[in-house]
């Protein structure tokens, strides 16, 4: 390592300035970085970091600081008495979901390991040990910078006397330069390979492990719940029922685990089947992409991509620099006494990673605000998720890996009396008791190399083939009083969801004068199967005697096959300050239904459709870097969503007094496109960081599940009323020719210190409007403004941590009244219109924490909702009508918990 004669401090002003920003606890020796350093003055081109990773070796540790495109920084190495810093200059952190990088007492002999951003374009790394200065070296690396660090073990020296304004003394000088040794190592890495959050063209967010766990989430709901813009509508029977982002929910939002899509929401009368298979405690990392992006994620995806990361074992056996962990996790909530209990165990046998976590989850109905419970029906819900991985390494970054997941959720109610009186069931329902049992089982073989210096065609491969099975039991009981005596029905449904798929992405990257690219190009294929039985019974005999007209299917069984094509090249030119992102994608849908019999009986003379389509999808995307940590960025991209199988073939009949009812299939029914456009700036800096998002979506042939067409003048009633035969009621999916919604997203944060820790305030905000342009309206689906705001501390070693964040939702925007359908009487008009149920506005508070007890032993607590405050989530009750005579049991059901708590205790070994 070259040497450098250190410039002497002469000005006490500046030595004093220099006590405030690093504690001198003695003379300091100073070395330039020289591996390709870049001359400042000569390009002052911004480095940024894309990861850092602390590898633990048989003399210590590695530290490795990834670049992106391997480019160097320029710097230098301070040694102090029992610590050294680092500056890198023109060097900006661009690190997944963090502002900074750090790591106590990750060996003996050192305390703390830092990385940290301290100006717009300086970045400083410190090295602490336990009384004794540690030895860092600079080694070859190809990927950025890469230090050896030892710590001390001979005895340490008495503290050196300081002495204002004397110079730091000059290391002896070594020319040579380490070649890293090849060893078994465990990483505890921040990676910026998930780096979209800070340079993608559109808003993303990246939860990290770390922050699921402290912030205590059970599920995707309590997850995103600092997250304005995004909700997770909720159903009493069904359970979670997806992801809303930006006014879009449903199918309309790709949701998918490992790159493999989860089974499409599925809803009928009373009857909700959400998306909730993934366990969160098996998560690595959850990622959010707001809005379409259609080349690469999928064009079905209108409102956003949810992305679930599972763990594995070199995730978390980077923590403890060790080739074998056991991790314990314990967790319990008071809203709804529930427990939660995970194990984890991760080895290393040389290129052989094993991986397994086993999660049980128990819990109750939830304890409302205000102590009115008289709507909560009991329940009782378990779960038990097990995730099983094998990795093969080649090498690093270069591996083969087995997967092998299974989900299992049951959830048993007992309806609340005073729920009975809202059912729709004919009769007076008397008493009602659900089971419903979610399973899903995956396996999947997936192949990944990621490496920039491969001098070949390719820099990254990911390849995948999967299987997946779905399935959800609902086993129902009740008791109806109909025309004066009791009966005992029992209704048996069933809901399958098969998948057999395929994916590839690959990535090239090349340079052309000075212009860079980062092409991107793959395929993902799948062939999906659906099934919906239905059986119901009388038991008032004491034996199961099949009803007439069953069994049924809701919609014929169906197998939907999929393939799309993907191209996109990342092209960065003008000093790297603009980037240019084009894509294109290539979709094919099929769906072929089969004329069961079941669905005939049901649907009475209407065949199956069969649908196919096609599509060339483009997609442009934009940024450009106005100053170093400050970019603007734009994106367009177009949208493609074919009808699914339950929306073409949407079929029933209710062959009820009064009100007879049917749905029939459409064939007629088009495929929903949008136009979507993003416009933005996000700007980070030492201290400050701050994002404003807007966007403006069209929608053309937007699909309206169940609409009322027309009275079927040739089908009526078998019940007459007053001696005359009364219609049918037919109602169909329907498109809405054209649509809008627009929006305004906010995100900020202010760091009071410009060290690691300290005081913190961050804030966000969502907007969203949308309207129904054909009719005139609003789309029910957009959900209120809301503002979250949190102060936090975290000590300087992340020893403890603690914010208190208060969330603000606003009224909903008031929907029209429309014709409420179950009105109509005899054939007639509807007799009154439907008013939507909008909750008022609220706002809760939350205090939440964790202490680090040791290094293998932490805890983490939290205060929710401290004001005991009642109140809604507009996504849960939005289509409750205030007109019904059970509004209030309607309502009652979806209130939200009270006052209550949660502690978590993890501890590894």
């Known amino acids: 390592m070259h040497k450098k004669t250190p410039q002497f401090f002469t000005s006490g002003l500046i030595g004093l300035s220099l006590v405030f920003l690093i504690p001198l606890t003695g003379n300091a020796s100073k070395t330039k970085i020289t591996n390709n350093p870049i001359q400042v003055t000569q390009n002052n081109q911004l480095v940024k970091i894309t990861g850092v990773s602390l590898t633990k070796t048989e003399t210590g540790l590695k530290l490795n600081i990834e670049t992106l495109q391997g480019t160097n920084p320029d710097g230098e190495i301070l040694d102090y008495d029992t610590y050294t810093v680092i500056k890198l200059v023109n060097t900006q952190l661009q690190l997944s979901g963090r502002d900074s990088f750090s790591q106590a007492n990750p060996i003996s002999g050192v305390s703390l390991v830092s990385v940290t951003q301290t100006s717009e374009r300086e970045v400083e790394i410190k090295v602490v040990g336990e009384g004794k200065l540690p030895r860092v070296e600079e080694l070859e690396s190809k990927t950025g910078l890469l230090f050896e660090i030892i710590p001390e073990t001979t005895a340490a020296k008495p503290p050196t006397p300081e002495v204002t304004n004397q110079p730091p003394q000059v290391k002896p000088e070594n020319t040579s330069k380490k070649t890293p040794e090849t060893n078994d190592t465990i990483e505890l890495s921040v990676v910026g390979a998930a780096n979209l959050a800070e340079t993608a063209p559109g808003n993303i967010t990246v939860i990290d492990r770390e922050q699921i766990q402290r912030q205590q989430a059970r599920d995707i709901r309590d997850l995103i719940r600092y997250e304005p813009g995004v909700s997770v509508p909720y159903d009493t029977r069904g359970g979670l029922q997806g992801v809303n982002i930006r006014g879009l929910d449903g199918n309309r939002v790709n949701m998918q685990v490992d790159g493999i899509r989860l089974p499409a929401e599925y809803s009928y009368g009373t009857t909700r089947i959400g ?166 089982t995956r396996l999947s073989l997936g192949y990944q190399f990621d490496n920039l210096d491969n001098q070949s065609w390719l820099q990254f491969a990911r390849a995948s083939i999967y299987y997946q099975d779905a399935n959800i039991q609902e086993d129902s009981r009740r008791s109806i ?45 799948s062939n999906t199967y659906n099934e919906r039985n239905y059986f119901n019974f009388n038991t008032t005999s004491g034996t199961r005697v099949a009803l007439p007209t069953f069994p049924q299917k809701d919609f014929p069984d169906s197998r939907t096959f999929r393939l799309g094509i993907f191209l996109q090249n990342e092209i960065t030119m003008g000093n790297d300050k603009l980037k240019i992102i084009p894509g294109l994608r290539f979709d094919v849908y099929n769906l072929q239904a089969e004329d069961n019999l079941e669905f005939i009986q049901k649907n009475q003379g209407n065949p199956a459709v069969d649908y196919a389509a096609s599509a060339i999808n483009p997609s442009l995307g934009l940024t450009y870097e106005i100053s170093p940590g400050t970019t603007t960025f734009a994106r367009y991209s177009r949208g493609f969503r074919p009808p699914l199988y339950d929306e073409l073939n949407f079929a029933f009949r209710a062959d009820i007094p009064l009100r007879p009812h049917k749905g029939i299939p459409n064939p007629d029914l088009k495929t929903e496109t949008s136009n979507n456009f993003e416009l933005g700036l996000r700007s980070r800096s030492q201290q400050f960081d701050f994002g404003v998002t807007g966007f403006y979506n069209r929608y053309k042939n937007f699909i309206e599940r169940s609409a009322f067409v027309f009275f079927d003048q040739n089908d009526f009633g078998s019940i007459p009323s007053g001696g005359r035969r009364i219609p049918f009621q037919v109602f169909q999916a329907q498109n809405i020719p054209d649509a809008e919604i627009l929006g305004l997203e906010l995100k900020a944060a202010y760091r009071f210190s410009q060290n690691p820790g300290g005081f913190s305030i961050k804030s966000a905000l969502g907007w969203q409007v949308g309207n129904d342009l054909t009719r005139n309206r609003p789309l029910a689906t957009i959900g209120p403004l809301q503002a979250v705001v949190g102060l936090g501390y975290q000590s300087p070693n992340d020893k403890w941590g603690a914010e208190l964040i208060g969330t603000f939702v606003a009224k909903a925007r008031e929907l029209a009244l429309v014709d409420d359908q179950q009105s109509v009487v005899n054939g007639g008009q509807p007799t009154r219109k439907i008013d939507f149920y909008e909750p008022d506005s609220y706002a809760l508070f939350d205090l939440i924490g964790y202490y680090n007890i040791s290094q293998n032993l932490s805890l983490t607590a939290g205060i929710y909702n401290i004001f005991n405050t009642e109140y809604y989530q507009y996504a849960d009750v939005r289509s409750i009508n205030t007109k019904s005579p059970a509004f209030e049991a309607q309502r009652g059901r979806y209130a939200q918990p009270g006052a209550n708590f949660a502690v978590g205790l993890s501890w590894r070994f």
Request: a negative charge; proline letters at 1%.
């Open 275 to 440: 998306r909730d298979y993934v366990d969160i405690e098996t998560l690595n990392s959850l990622e959010i992409f707001r809005g379409n992006n259609s080349a690469i994620l999928g064009s079905d995806a209108l409102g956003g991509t949810v992305s679930f990361n599972t763990a594995n074992a070199s995730n978390l056996l980077d923590i403890l620099g060790k080739n074998s962990l056991t991790n314990s996790r314990l967790q319990y909530t008071s809203k709804d006494t529930g427990f939660v209990g995970t194990i984890t165990q991760a080895n290393r046998f040389d290129n052989l990673d094993t991986l397994f976590i086993y999660t049980r989850r128990d819990r109750n109905a939830i304890q409302v605000a205000g102590g009115n419970n008289k709507y909560q029906d009991e329940q009782d819900i378990t779960r038990n998720n097990f995730l099983g991985k094998v990795t093969y390494n080649f090498a690093k970054n270069n591996f083969l890996e087995f997967t092998g997941e299974y989900f299992h959720n049951i959830a048993d109610s007992r309806f609340s009396p005073d729920n009975l009186p809202g059912m729709t069931f004919e009769g007076s329902t008397q008493a009602l008791r659900e089971e419903v049992t979610t399973k899903r």
């Open 481 to 525: 009083l109909s025309r004066g005596a009791i009966q005992n029905q029992e209704a048996d449904k069933e809901f399958i969801d098969r998948v057999i798929g395929a994916n590839l992405q690959l990535r090239s990257d090349f340079q052309v004068g000075n212009i860079k690219n980062r092409f991107t190009y793959g395929f993902d294929i």
